[in-house]
């Protein structure tokens, strides 16, 4: 005999084979709201999602109200029916909303006018995934106590069709994130690639979490060192932001997660490495939804592991090419003064010997070569100490502690960013010009700006070579050039190397000043 069921248990069954036969979960939260409509013949439908402190973060209305929904603009502070919902964590039915003592009174602006109300938490597990509200029935009648209990039975199987989405949504996104990492950093040599690997990374975490700005800072004492930028933020504004955050992550090696907004967070990770110093990454106004809130942190850390393996490997590199060059330029020395200087210093003792076997011109002569060979000998011996101690420390150290002596006097820490391979650019003439132009323009910054804050940003690419130093300062009118401002002598190095400067200015609004030379050097 064929069981005869109810039709609202039909109705219930048809609602949940509707809502599961969806894995994306705001096709299943979409579903709930609609299915919730139909069983219970209401008007409006919405669900509104909460984190883990209970504020809303998102709504999900039904398709009849999603366009006035979208025109209200704010989300619910959980005051009023919309609050007692989940402070009674049970279901709650209204007759009339306007008598209600728990009842505001009034509605935001084009938010839809409700008389009848039915509203119910929606649980995964104990944990509070957001709450169902529905209101005014169709034709005007109150809800019943079957509607009632046909929205908290949806409710509760909503919960766990809403844990397998959210299951599957954490899958995906780990997919994704494995699918657009695992090429990165596999054949990585060179400064070039280096530089290739770590902007993949950064773009691939901008796009993956849906952030604003993806940048990794590089810390050298209170030196912030923004090496990495992904997204069309600023990246310098983000540094100084989060300046506090980025020691203490920094110090701590603990991430950090800092919620700015419903459904968004910004993302401090710190980046171990054995060789190539401390660092972080952060991930700004990251876009969480509520399957990836868990996990998105623990999977930038994991990507941060990856920046830092590539920066060793790519420092040990480094390290092993400086130890054979110091190795070689041994050898030559110990070759040097074996051989050449040992002959020559025997040359010598030669015609010294020589001085008295002849007239007065060959001793003379005798003379001039013993002087001629002294001098040789002084110039080998130079060279000799140049090779034993190298040719001087890189452009990118030495920047970084022109910074650290300007950072006393400017009385703030300024901000650099790098960008492409600055250290193999330029020849070491060229990188002289480069230091001497950063230093004229901290100079003038500290003369002339009263800035509080410093940019100084340098960008290595196949043509160019660019110095760019940005203040908060007052600023000036370029047309009226004031004694002391001027760039004559950035202008006069810039063209002896066959480039050119810019400065952009306006009273109140600082100074941007670009030096750009060719790559060549």
């Known amino acids: 005999m064929d069981l005869e069921l109810p039709p609202e248990a039909r109705a219930l069954l048809d609602a949940m084979v509707a809502i599961g ?37 998102d709504l999900v209305p039904n398709d009849a109200v999603a366009d006035q929904f979208d025109k209200i603009g704010m989300m619910p502070k959980g005051h009023g029916l919309l609050g007692l919902v989940p402070r009674e964590r ?19 602006h084009a938010h839809p006018m409700i008389d009848r109300f039915l509203g119910a938490p929606v649980m995964v597990g104990d944990e509070a995934f957001g709450h169902l509200y ?8 109150e809800f019943t106590a079957t509607d009632q209990a046909l929205v908290e039975a949806l409710a509760r199987a909503a919960g766990v069709m809403i844990d397998n989405a959210r299951t599957f949504e954490q899958v995906e996104w780990r997919r994704r994130w494995v699918a657009s990492t695992a090429e990165v950093g596999s054949d990585v040599s060179g400064t070039l690639r280096v530089q290739e690997a770590l902007d993949e990374l950064a773009v691939s975490l901008r796009d993956l979490c849906g952030a604003r700005l993806v940048t990794y800072v590089r810390r050298d004492g209170d030196l912030m060192e923004i090496r ?22 920094d110090a701590t090696r603990a991430p950090v997660r800092l919620p700015v907004g419903p459904g968004s967070a910004t993302l401090v990770v710190p980046v171990h490495t054995r060789l190539a110093g401390s660092g972080v990454i952060i991930v700004d106004q990251a876009h969480e939804t509520p399957s990836l809130r ?8 994991v990507t941060a592991v990856q920046v830092g393996l590539i920066l060793d490997r790519d420092q040990a590199l480094r390290d092993r090419a400086q130890l054979l060059v110091a190795k070689d330029r041994d050898r030559i020395a110990r070759d040097l003064h074996d051989l050449v200087i040992q002959r020559l210093f025997a040359t010598g003792m030669q015609l010294q010997g020589a001085r008295g076997l002849d007239v007065a011109e060959l001793r003379t002569r005798v003379d001039g ?17 140049e090779l034993g101690t190298g040719a001087g420390r890189p452009l990118l150290d030495e920047v970084r502690s022109l910074l650290g002596e300007y950072a006393v006097l400017l009385g703030f820490q300024p901000v650099l960013r790098v960008s492409g391979p600055v250290d193999r650019a330029l020849v070491p003439e060229a990188g002289t010009h480069v230091l001497m132009t950063l230093r004229e323009a901290l100079s003038n910054v500290m003369r002339h700006a009263d800035a509080t804050s410093v940019s100084v940003e340098l960008t290595a690419s196949s043509a160019w070579f660019r110095v760019r130093v940005t203040d908060d300062g007052r600023g000036f009118d370029p047309k009226q050039r004031s004694k002391g401002q001027g760039t004559g002598n950035l202008r006069a190095r810039a063209a002896d190397l066959g480039g050119h400067v810019t400065v952009t200015s306006a009273p109140g609004e600082g100074t941007t000043l670009e030096w750009v030379i060719p790559a060549v050097g």
Do not use: W
């Open 134 to 141: 529905l209101g005014n029935k169709r034709g005007g009648a």
């Open 90 to 108: 049970r279901a709650i039915r209204v007759d009339h909303v306007a008598t209600h003592p728990e009842s505001l009174g009034e509605f935001p």
């Open 228 to 249: 990495q930028v992904a997204g069309e933020g600023d990246a310098a504004e983000a540094v100084e932001r989060l300046a506090d955050q980025i020691r203490e992550v």
């Open 21 to 57: 036969s969806d894995l994306d979960l705001r096709g299943v939260l979409s579903r709930i709201v609609e299915a919730s409509c139909r069983l219970t013949d209401a008007e409006y439908g919405v669900l509104g999602i909460v984190d883990d402190d209970g504020q809303f973060t």
């Open 369 to 385: 070569a013993i002087t001629e060979l002294d001098v040789a000998i002084k110039e080998l011996r130079a060279a000799i100490f």
């Open 294 to 301: 868990g996990i998105m942190l623990d999977l930038v850390a």
